[in-house]
């Protein structure tokens, strides 16, 4: 390694650890290694951070490529979807089918191949990235269930999911007929055409290049955009940690499983306090289990009991209703007033950061001198720009140009889809960024108390000289 470069030679020794480089997984990956205490700093264009705190190196990776990384064992850990894990796993399947097929392997070794697995382990499902992989036709066309699409153009980016997925139907069709005694042709080659797609798959549709498509779906606001209607899930998924069979520090990997996963709970479940009296406590704490259990401690006034537990946030609002009509009072949810303006104030600068990061990264230049000349800090500070102005511009410009589902161009979908995404990441990161603000705020009004009381102190010394 005498001419490598100096920070894969400092890779050494490291743990490897692949995150989504953009895309979908991206912030939220981030905020998890910060919620992890996972400090790095990621230099400009450059794909690798070593981690100040721990022996890990960070590689940045596009989701899709991460299952066959770690999978070949190159990286110890990753960040990804459990669906590009399965398209991964449906990949090599399909890889080793072929090998038998042109005689390199003998259908032993395709078994003992397909039997060892991708080498890939999950390690823990982080709960975020949530959304379903789904075969979807036009809303107004003649396809109702998937066995219509038999035989037709099928655009997608998850072409080995797709081709697992209509070589089953096939294999289905051929059989429901070979029950009912018709002829019949099992083939290994699939009759439907799988296209492949890298991106805006859903227009593939509209502009006649495929009969129906397999892509993802969350809100469903893209596909309906387009004109499009589900008629089949192939796989749900959540981004998920996975690991290599043989990572290069077990130990670590332990260490880093855990702390992700106390982050998560964090974020979860909302600590929950109440009193309540010693007979109605067996009815309370079915209302509310807690985790694994609540915490009961004797109160100074007789028969009575303090209970805290353990619950998740979304569900907090029924239980407490529900814990009130079994007689807890003093119920503590930790949103008081105070909580309610540090969460403003919170969702205000976090709003303020992602802003200027989108202006960063979102915005032309305004100023025609060079960089070099005018930075585009100083180009930013000299004319504001505002971020995506191009989605606009570009609408004006082409409204000749209609969108698949005549509801605006592909922009502008991804635009409106991106911009309740950063709404609810908004309201996330406030949640998170909660404590630091409660803490500023505790510091402020302390030293505003402070300087009342010197300057009170001051009027009072005046008046009596
Ligand atoms: N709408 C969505 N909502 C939630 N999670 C999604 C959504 N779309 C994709 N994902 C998750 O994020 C992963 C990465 O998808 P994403 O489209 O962001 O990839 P990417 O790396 O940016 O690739 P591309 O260049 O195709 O956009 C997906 O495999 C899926 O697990
Ligand atoms: O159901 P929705 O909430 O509307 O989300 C679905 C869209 O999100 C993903 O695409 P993404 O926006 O990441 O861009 P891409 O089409 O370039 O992959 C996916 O491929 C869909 O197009």
């Not at 290694?33 to 400090?39: K, P, V, W």
């Not at 303090?306 to 907090?316: F, G, L, Q």
Request: proline share 5%; aromatic share 8%; glycine share 8%.
């Amino acid at each position: 390694m005498a001419n490598a470069l100096p920070i894969v030679t400092s890779l050494e020794g490291r743990l490897l650890f692949a995150v989504p480089k953009k895309g979908r997984l991206n912030q939220a990956t981030l905020n998890l290694l910060e919620g992890a205490d996972i400090q790095f700093r990621r230099e400009n264009r450059l794909d690798i951070a070593l981690v100040k705190n721990l022996p890990i190196a960070l590689i940045f990776l596009p989701a899709a490529d991460i299952p066959t990384f770690v999978g070949e064992g190159q990286v110890d850990l990753g960040i990804t979807g459990y669906d590009q894990v399965q398209e991964h796993d449906a990949g090599l399947r399909a890889l080793y089918k072929a090998r038998r097929f042109s005689g390199e392997i003998t259908p032993e070794e395709e078994t003992e191949r397909n039997s060892k697995g991708s080498g890939i382990e999950t390690v823990l499902d982080l709960g975020f990235g949530g959304c379903k992989l789904q075969v979807q036709v036009p809303e107004k066309g003649n396809y109702n269930s998937p066995k219509d699409l038999i035989g037709k153009n099928i655009g997608t980016s998850f072409v080995h999911l797709a081709q697992k997925y209509f070589a089953n139907l096939e294999w289905e069709e051929e059989a429901a007929k070979e029950a009912n005694g018709a002829p019949v042709q099992f083939s290994d080659k699939i009759q439907t055409k799988i296209i492949e797609l890298s991106g805006s798959v859903e227009a593939a549709c509209a502009l006649g290049v495929a009969d129906g498509i397999i892509d993802l779906v969350e809100s469903g606001e893209t596909m309906k955009a387009a004109g499009l209607k589900p008629i089949d899930t192939v796989v749900e998924t959540t981004a998920i940690l996975i690991k290599s069979r043989n990572p290069s520090n077990p130990a670590l990997v332990d260490l880093i499983a855990a702390r992700i996963r106390g982050v998560i709970t964090a974020q979860k479940y909302v600590l929950c306090q109440y009193n309540v009296e010693r007979s109605g406590l067996a009815a309370a704490t079915k209302i509310a289990p807690g985790k694994r259990a609540p915490t009961v401690t004797s109160l100074e006034e007789d028969g009575w009991v303090a209970v805290s537990v353990m619950v998740e946030k979304k569900k907090i609002a029924p239980i407490m209703d529900e814990l009130t009509k079994v007689g807890a009072t003093d119920i503590l949810a930790i949103m008081t007033p105070v909580h309610f303006i540090s969460f403003l104030l919170s969702l205000y600068l976090v709003d303020c950061r992602y802003h200027d990061k989108r202006i960063q990264e979102h915005s032309e230049r305004y100023s025609r001198l060079p960089s070099w000349l005018l930075p585009s800090w100083l180009d930013r500070l000299l004319f504001s720009p505002h971020p995506y102005g191009w989605v606009d511009r570009k609408k004006k410009q082409s409204d000749a140009a209609v969108a698949p589902g005549g509801t605006g161009n592909g922009e502008r979908w991804y635009y409106h889809t991106k911009q309740k995404k950063l709404m609810k990441m908004e309201t996330a990161d406030a949640f998170e960024m909660q404590r630091s603000v409660l803490l500023g705020l505790a510091v402020v009004v302390l030293f505003a108390i402070w300087v009342f009381w010197r300057l009170g102190a001051g009027v009072v010394a005046w008046l009596a000289s």
